[in-house]
Each structure stands twice: as structure tokens, then as C-alpha cells.
């Protein structure tokens, strides 16, 4: 079935390229408010179009990610989002007239090759089996405890970077899609009585979270970030929590865990590359400054 599930998880790579798009659009229609994204603002988006289109296309990509996971391993199906990454550019360069520059090329194909890496290797080395009970909860405890901390993080912070929201929402949705893949398998091979409640609550509550991480990133900055970080930070997790929590890559030789921790290093770093050198990024920062130079002579005055 792992065919199946990559096809379906280029589809899911799809629906969340444009679901991104569609979504920052509806954000960057409603968020006035001079404190970033806050309730009032989500509230106003359930009743925009836009955003609720890219709802769909998310909603659409989800199921069919959902599907793949429950179809392969996780560590075969969360890379293949990287595809999404291309997609986004694509469509940015199309509909919002981005400058594709030298540098943008090169750190969004370095991304890519890096986690397509991840999916060859991954691919001839992963293998899942039925988890139930409390050795399916620590997967479940790990989500708790990094929705608390990007939680604080955030509630702390007035207006968070959106390399910091993206790093939560990247780290929670692998979260999500690793207890997906865990519930999906428990519900199809051992019924309904074997899912665990544990987890569908840390699935419902980081998933929650999530979403709200990524909201406030597309109104911090360009759809392509939220892709990047979504496309990278996710897979990599997951991948990391399904080979060291649920044991899919028990037995992999030193080598084989070399090149994966390698793809992963420099598909971070890709990332990081893009954070910096975004066209739309370094905008809003020219802007961050003009402002502060602005308020600053201001107070002086008075």
C-alpha cells in the first residue's frame, strides 16, 4: 500500500500548497489589529471567502494525508509534504508577483532535495506496528508538553516572529500526524475499544494549537514561510518521533542514521536561508524598523 499512500500524500502536499495561499489571503484581508493575530481576527475569518476556500483545500489535503497514514509509516509519509514547498513558490510567483531570486532557488531546491533524502531512506528502512495502551501515550505526552511551552511562549511574547510560530505549528502538526498514524492503526487493526482516549485528546489539542500558530504566521509574514517550516520542522519531527518513540526504524545501521540526521540538518538550514532572504520577509522588517525609527524621534520630542 505505499504506493498509494505517497500518491495520496502529494495530493495532501497539493491541497495545503493552495490551502496556504487562499488562507494568507483571507488573513491579510482581516488583520488590523496593531497587536497581531488575536480572536477577534479569527472570528472575522469564518465568515471570509477566501479563507474559507483555502479551509477547504486544507480540509481536502488533510483527509487525504490522514488516509496515507494509515496506509505506510510516517516517516515515508510526512517528508513528502516538501512538495507543497515548490507548489507555494509557484503559485507566489504566479498570483502575488514574488521575484524569484537566486538565492530563493537555491535554498527552496536544497530543501527539497534534502527531504526527499528523508523519503528514499526513510522509505527502504521504515516498518510500523500496532501500539496500544500505554506504549502508544508517550507520543501523547510530548504533545502536551510542547503545546504548553509555545502556549506560554506565545501568550508572553506580544507579537512573535514568524519563524517562531512556524517552528511551533511544524512541531505540533508532527505531532498530529504522528498520533494519527498511531490512532488509524489501532482503530483498523484493533477496533475501536484498542484507541486510546490519551491520544485523541493530545491529537485534538496540539492540532488546535497548531492552527493557531499558523493562522498568526500568515498574518506575520508570506505564505511560503508557513510552507517552508510546515514542509520541514514537521516531517523531520515526525520522523524523529517515529523512528525513537514508536520504533519504525529499529535495527537501522549508524550510516543510514548519518544521512537522514545530515538531510535534516541542512533542510533546517534551507529554511532558515528563506526566513532570511524572503523578499516579503525583508520587507516587513524595513518596515519593523522605519516604525520603530519613527516612534522613537517621536518620543524624543516629547
Given at each position: ?58 480540509g481536502l489535503g488533510t483527509v487525504a ?125 484493533a477496533g475501536p ?110
Amino acid at each position: 500500500m505505499t504506493p498509494l499512500a505517497i500518491v495520496l500524500a502529494v495530493l495532501a502536499a497539493v491541497g495545503l500548497a493552495f490551502g496556504a495561499m487562499y488562507q494568507h489571503r483571507g488573513v491579510a484581508d482581516e488583520d488590523d489589529h496593531p497587536a497581531g493575530f488575536r480572536l477577534g481576527t479569527f472570528l472575522r475569518l469564518l465568515r471570509n471567502r477566501t479563507w474559507l476556500l483555502g479551509l477547504l483545500c486544507l480540509g481536502l489535503g488533510t483527509v487525504a494525508n490522514v488516509v496515507a497514514l494509515s496506509l505506510a509509516p510516517v516517516m515515508v509519509v510526512q517528508p513528502i509534504g516538501a512538495v507543497s514547498l515548490l507548489i507555494s513558490i509557484l503559485l507566489a510567483a504566479s498570483y502575488r508577483g514574488l521575484r524569484i531570486t537566486r538565492r530563493i532557488s537555491l535554498a527552496v531546491a536544497v530543501c527539497a532535495l534534502s527531504v526527499a533524502a528523508f523519503v528514499a531512506v526513510s522509505a527502504r528502512i521504515a516498518s510500523t506496528r500496532l501500539h496500544v495502551g500505554e506504549e502508544s501515550h508517550p507520543v501523547a505526552w510530548i504533545a502536551f508538553a510542547l503545546s504548553a511551552v509555545f502556549l506560554v511562549v506565545v501568550l508572553a511574547w506580544r507579537r512573535p516572529p514568524q519563524l517562531l510560530l512556524v517552528l511551533g505549528a511544524g512541531l505540533l502538526f508532527a505531532c498530529v500526524a504522528t498520533t494519527t498514524h498511531l490512532v488509524s492503526n489501532q482503530l483498523f487493526q484493533a477496533g475501536p475499544g484498542a484507541v486510546s482516549l490519551l491520544n485523541l485528546v493530545a491529537l485534538v489539542v496540539a492540532a488546535a494549537i497548531g492552527t493557531w500558530f499558523v493562522q498568526a504566521a500568515y498574518s506575520a509574514g508570506p505564505p511560503e514561510m508557513v510552507i517552508a517550516g510546515l514542509t520541514v520542522v514537521d516531517p523531520i519531527f515526525a520522523v524523529v518521533l517515529g523512528s525513537v518513540v514508536l520504533g519504525e526504524a529499529a535495527g537501522a545501521p549508524p550510516p543510514v542514521v548519518l544521512l537522514m540526521s545530515a538531510s535534516g540538518v541542512v533542510a533546517c538550514a534551507a529554511v532558515v536561508v528563506l526566513s532570511r532572504y524572503h523578499p516579503d520577509v525583508n520587507e516587513r522588517e524595513r518596515a519593523r524598523r522605519a516604525s520603530r525609527a519613527v516612534f522613537a524621534a517621536t518620543g524624543s520630542r516629547v
